[in-house]
């Protein structure tokens, strides 16, 4: 079952290049929220080795099942500050930075690393107030104090968009992510990833110009139950 949700995922990724006119490529990220370890060593036989997790507690011992498998890790929930060294040790990325104050602690946590860390900002498109990510007009503050930051590297932006059923209705949100992408890929050279589109509307986020989608329902299924660190939950 999972390498037919992974060619029909990756079919339906192809066919949305083809509608919008697209020949650059676009990465699938697994997202492996409530995934348990033996679902994730199913996927990198695959050869599916972008993960990214939500949270810090329930990615570590991940991490130590899938050790010695390749794969690379992004942070893609929300970050608690007090974890920004755990992240900076663990994940390959960060996609969900979205204030000033996250950035500061990132940057002295992969200073004591002695790394550079590439980072994502995430964008709160839909301007909702119970959902992280930075507002659009708060991104000029942020992209200046990046620039201040040599052990952070500016590489993407990222946004979750208000849920709908019908999925055209997030097409706005991504078209405005695709612009803001658009206006500062000049500035920043660094800037390589569009970071948006989910099991629900991935294809429509490819449309829009999405460079990197993150699915996980459509790839490992519906979660009855819920894995954490600790262990199964109902």
Known sequence: MLKDNADRIHEAIASACRRSGRG???????????????????????GLTLFGE????????????LEGLGIVWHFIGTLQKNK????????ACVQSVDSIGLARKLQGAAMQAEKVLPVFIEINIGDEPLKGGIKAADLPALLEELGRLDNLRFE??????????????????????????????PLFPSLAHLSMGMSED???????????VRVGRALFGERVIQWTAEGVEA
């Open 24 to 46: 650059d490529a676009v990465t699938l990220l697994c997202a492996t929220k409530g995934v348990t370890p033996e679902r994730l060593h199913e996927a990198a036989a695959l």
């Open 54 to 65: 939500n949270r810090i507690q329930d990615a570590l011992p991940k991490m130590a099942a």
């Open 84 to 91: 920004a060294a755990v992240a900076v040790e663990r994940f």
């Open 156 to 185: 993407g932006l990222m946004c979750v968009p208000p849920y709908h059923p019908d999925t055209e209705i997030s097409r706005p949100y991504f078209h405005q992510m695709r612009e803001i992408y658009d206006r500062l890929s």
């Open 202 to 212: 991935y294809a429509v986020a490819v449309e829009e110009g999405a460079t990197m």
